[in-house]
């Protein structure tokens, strides 16, 4: 049973700095519009798939809360899954966001606001060296001696990229620098989408004391593309596996950096002693490599998590305060610099596994992810779906992504997250069958309980395969949003994502960055430990 918390008892909950979730049930565009600090979006429309892998201890406390309007009252919907997925600390912030505001307390927008906002600390108290645009232009126009390296994950530098980068991601920077970079003269130029992710390997590799200069493109792919230049699409450059001799000296640098900032370690039998104990304390293995070296063998039961991504978007790997977290690799140089920055950040439990994964350990298979949900359903086949989905006692609702529904969808059908299915019943409250589609048959699974809720009396059922069984079978689709029942928020698109963004978005984004220390400062629940070199 969930127990209400006054926002001021929640503020108080955050200040005892022990272990707690504080989980934001909205949709992820909802909860980039403003939700509190140390929040983490898991929203009701897929809390069984995420829940577990976020907070992995059932006695974790986890505060729910949502938009506090009661209209669709999705935390005590989530309160009820939770429950029933075996946690048993469970609380309700009374009155939800709207409560928080209405105390005087401070909120955000965007995602990733923690780590955002000490990355844009440490440019403000290092004074990282930025590269503008023009400067980077009239540097490669004049033949100068430039690498640049860009330090996303792959995927985005596919999506766009700087002529000439190189894609070197995140806790890969140093890793792999000193066969990439041989000569102490050349200028490295590092580069992100935006802002921190650049800034953050820009001073990464000044703190590891590399003897080349180095400087942040400032305002990365999207500083780049405001600034008139042109961008390159489908890019395949990759940065290779650094030599032995490469990795020594990334060692012994990455090293230095976490002596510097207090990193603690571990061995292998406190770590498996932890494990033991995960039931009564959260403990979260991380390992920082790239995800074909994860696949290629893992310590059992730790998640891959790119070191650079760990760092910056460390709320969409964990969601629990004052956990465990053990950084894991193979040589200890990627461990290290992951791990620099999360004590910096003021995780105070950063752990590096000591002399990396022993490989006796490794195995290929991933951890289970438990999609808890309702047992074995009622389904039906996209062959006969497609004889009546046009009748009018027939409403075929689809939960999933609402990208991938505007792309293509089931014609008639109507869109809505599952959190708000209860708007499809405005359409006509009568209808003898309900068909629930997603993009994910687990997800439609999870979904059938809110719609009997909605239709206790209707043929409630999900479409067998998904949405893909009927787009394989070529039926006809339609396209577009015409038929979403609200505001598709499921998603927050970041300006940088999409190829056709508006320049005032995208500078909207910056100036959001700029403004995050100060913001973070008068909240006053983060407690960076930034040590200067």
């Not at 506090?68 to 075996?86: D, K, N, P, Q, Y």
């Not at 956990?323 to 003021?346: C, E, F, K, P």
């Not at 004889?387 to 969808?409: F, N, R």
Request: hydrophobic fraction near 35%; glycine fraction near 6%; proline fraction near 5%.
């Amino acid at each position: 049973m969930a127990h209400k918390l006054s926002v001021e008892e929640t503020k108080k909950f955050i200040g005892k700095r022990t272990e707690y979730a504080l989980v934001d049930v909205r949709e992820q565009e909802e909860f980039s519009q403003q939700h509190q600090l140390l929040s983490c979006c898991i929203p009701y429309s897929r809390i069984e798939f995420y829940l577990e892998q976020l907070v992995p201890c059932k006695k974790t406390p986890i505060i729910l809360t949502d938009s506090g309007t009661h209209t669709f009252m999705r935390s005590e919907r989530a309160a009820l899954i939770v429950e029933a997925l075996g946690y048993s600390a469970i609380y309700i912030q009374d009155g939800g966001i709207k409560a928080w505001v209405d105390a005087g307390y401070e909120t955000f927008e965007g995602v990733n606001v923690l780590s955002k906002a000490f990355g844009e600390l440490v440019a403000e108290e290092c004074h990282t060296p930025l590269t503008t645009p023009d400067e980077l232009d009239s540097m490669l126009k004049a033949g100068k001696d430039v690498t640049i390296l860009d330090v996303r994950p792959y995927g985005e530098f596919n999506n766009m990229c700087i002529p000439n980068g190189k894609n070197t991601p995140g806790s890969e920077l140093l890793y792999r620098l000193f066969d990439q970079v041989p000569n102490p003269n050349t200028h490295i130029l590092v580069n992100c989408a935006g802002r921190t992710r650049g800034l953050i390997g820009t001073q990464s590799l000044i703190n590891a004391k590399v003897p080349n200069p180095v400087t942040a493109l400032k305002g990365g792919t999207m500083g780049w593309e405001l600034a008139s230049f042109p961008l390159q699409y489908g890019q395949t450059r990759y940065t290779d596996f650094p030599s032995n001799e490469a990795i020594k000296l990334a060692c012994e640098r990455a090293a230095k950096v976490a002596k510097k900032v207090g990193v603690k370690y571990i061995n292998l039998e406190t770590m498996k002693q932890w494990e033991s104990e995960n039931k009564d304390k959260t403990l979260y293995l991380f390992d920082v490599r790239q995800l074909q070296e994860y696949e290629a063998g893992h310590y059992p039961n730790s998640r891959h998590a790119e070191g650079g991504q760990l760092v910056q978007a460390t709320d969409e790997y964990a969601a629990v305060r004052c956990a465990r977290y053990v950084i894991m690799d193979d040589t200890g140089a990627r461990a290290n610099t992951a791990a620099s920055w999360l004590t910096q950040m003021g995780y105070p439990e950063v752990y590096v596994l000591k002399g990396g994964i022993p490989k006796e350990t490794m195995i290929t298979q991933t951890p289970e992810t438990n999609h808890a949900g309702i047992s074995s359903e009622l389904s039906i086949k996209a062959a006969t779906l497609r004889e009546i989905h046009t009748s009018k006692d027939v409403l075929v609702i689809d939960v999933g992504i609402s990208s991938s529904y505007k792309t293509a969808h089931i014609p008639h059908s109507v869109w809505v997250p599952r959190s708000r299915i209860a708007l499809a019943k405005q359409t006509d409250p009568v209808y003898n069958t309900i068909v629930i589609v997603s993009d994910d048959v687990v997800h439609a699974q999870n979904t059938l309980a809110d719609a009997r809720l909605v239709w206790p009396n209707a043929h409630v059922v999900m479409l067998s395969g998904g949405r893909q069984s009927w787009l394989l079978s070529n039926y006809p689709t339609a396209t577009g949003l015409d038929n979403a029942l609200c505001e598709a928020d499921d998603i927050w698109y970041k300006p940088y994502e999409d190829t056709e963004a508006d320049p005032a978005d995208m500078q909207g984004y910056f100036d959001w960055e700029y403004g995050l220390v100060e913001k973070i400062n008068r909240d006053g629940d983060a407690h960076f430990k930034l040590v200067t070199m």
